[in-house]
Structure formats: C-alpha cells, structure tokens
C-alpha cells in the first residue's frame, strides 16, 4: 500500500464517521462522534501537510495552495464547533458546512488531475511507499498524542 492508497483509505474513514454522526440520535453518543471526527480531520490534515503537498508542490502548487487554504476552512469550523456557546441551529449549519467541504475536498484531491491522481503519475513507486511509512509513523504518533 502506498501513500495514496493510505490516503483514499483514510478518506473512506473519515466519511463513514461523517455519515454515522448523521445517524446517531444520542447527544452522547454524537459528542463522541464530533470529537472522533475533530481528531481525525486535524491528524488527516496534519499527515497531508506534512507528507503529501510538499512532495507534490513542486509540480502542483496551485492545487496545493488551494488544499491548504480549505485545510485551513476545515480547522475554523472545527473551532467553531468546539465552542460550547452555539446553538443548536448555529451547530447544525456549521456541521453541514464542514460536510459539504470534507466531501469536496476529498472528491476534488481523488478526482482526474487532483493532488492524488497527479502524485500517482509523477511520483515513483518507491517515493510513494517511502511516503506511506512516513504517514503510518506521523499518524500513530499523532493518534497516541491524542488518546
């Protein structure tokens, strides 16, 4: 497996925790789903910024500064939804705003001449492996900090 495949896989995760908070009636349970889903966004942006966009910046730097400024969006929202003080109407809009632009951002990196496809086709197989052991190392560390 490589890094992009690591990548995809994650995205697959992160989807599926978007879509079982929408299922989940428990304020409880849902409370934990929302900090399930702020910890894998920070380290799934944290494992991009780190690996992916430098290794691909030199021939897709448009579609990597474009990445970090949604990286960035991503992180404000979170934010917001940590704030105790929103409402349930203020709360919901910003959830759905986050979705929409987790879902974009996964379909525009996964999409034909997106941040993945490209490293596929100017990365070699060996880089991407080498990258992916660099993922798995950053991820667990970041996994462990959090737990």
């Known amino acids: 497996m490589d890094a992009v495949d690591l990548i995809k896989q994650d995205h697959r995760r992160i989807e599926r925790m978007l879509d079982r908070f929408l299922e989940t009636e428990s304020e409880m349970t849902q409370e934990d789903l929302g900090q399930e889903i702020q910890t894998g966004l920070t380290i799934h942006a944290e494992i991009e910024e780190r690996v992916l966009y430098p290794a691909v910046r030199h021939f897709a730097r448009k579609q990597v500064n474009e990445a970090m400024k ?30 929409e632009d987790v879902r974009n951002h996964i ?26 052991a660099r993922i798995i ?8 900090l959090a737990a």
């Open 137 to 144: 190392r950053i991820q667990r560390g970041l996994e462990n």
């Open 70 to 99: 949604k990286d960035a969006e991503v992180r404000e929202i979170l934010m917001d939804l940590l704030d105790a003080d929103l409402n349930e109407q203020t709360l919901e809009e910003r959830f759905t705003q986050l979705m």
């Open 107 to 132: 379909k525009e990196q996964e999409a034909q001449g997106g941040l993945l496809d490209l490293a596929r086709r100017h990365l070699d197989a060996d880089t991407l492996v080498e990258m992916a």
